[in-house]
């Protein structure tokens, strides 16, 4: 597998919308490609990006490359075309079967997360007063206390 490939990555809304236009003119493409080379594996290819995309897995790299499958279609290289798309299908499939732990991941990211932050406001009730007395007393260490007597008696 790539580098990269099936890594979690949360998208912006701006990256999700490229890679599903970017799915979109892969569909549009496959108009002009033979009926025959759309049959089994580029759907379930498409399939299988839309599933993981919409998982927030970063696809991004396969739809690259079945850009690069219907490249080899459009220019008459199925030997190569076929070979590739296999070899993305393969992946796909794989990636697809680490789902349930990738999904398993990004819900411990996100309650760690919302844990993290919930602890934010009980940690600062217990320990800010503290620091702030620690504080207050380190710089007033130098200071003497006196007795100073009172207006009007006299000693």
Known sequence: MRAGCGELAFKPGREQQRVKLTIAA??????????AFCQG??????????RLSGEG?????????LNRVLELYRVNRSVEANALLVQVLNQLRELDSQLPTIRLYRWLRIGTSVAALLMIPPLFYYFFPRAYALVWAYSKRNWLVREVSKRGSRR
């Open 57 to 65: 897995v970063d696809v991004s790299a396969y739809v690259e490359q």
């Open 41 to 50: 594996d580029l759907l379930e290819a498409l399939r299988l990006l839309e």
């Open 26 to 35: 892969l569909l549009s493409l496959m108009l002009a490609v033979p009926v």
